[in-house]
């Protein structure tokens, strides 16, 4: 069954790779949609797939990378648009 998440992550999450890991775990699972930084020093994610897979990179998002500190993951239950064909970095 495929699922949408909507993702907020907070810590210290800007200028560790972050995003670059989110992308790569991403492109692993073969999930789609992006990761962005915030202004506010958060990152922000969209992700769309089966549910299980989407699980698991929602797990991998909540340790980050080995320079990252995850405090909190604030996530929202989305409907699937299915417009995107990949998983991006956007700026």
């Known amino acids: 069954m495929s ?5 907020t992550v907070s810590g ?3 200028g560790v790779g972050f995003r670059w890991f989110v992308l790569q775990e ?3 699972a073969g999930v789609t949609g992006w990761v962005r930084n915030l202004p506010d020093g958060r990152v922000e994610v ?3 797939g ?3 897979t989407v ?3 929602e797990q991998a ?3 980050g990378p080995r320079h990252a500190r995850v405090t909190a993951v604030e996530r929202r239950q ?7 064909r990949e998983f991006g970095v956007e700026r």
Request: hydrophobic share 45%; with cysteine; charged share 25%.
């Open 26 to 28: 991403a492109d692993a």
């Open 46 to 48: 969209w992700i769309e």
């Open 50 to 52: 089966e549910a299980e």
């Open 12 to 14: 210290h999450v800007q």
């Open 3 to 7: 699922c949408a998440v909507h993702l």
């Open 78 to 84: 989305e409907t699937p648009t299915g417009r995107f």
């Open 61 to 63: 998002i909540a340790r």
């Open 55 to 57: 699980r698991t990179l």
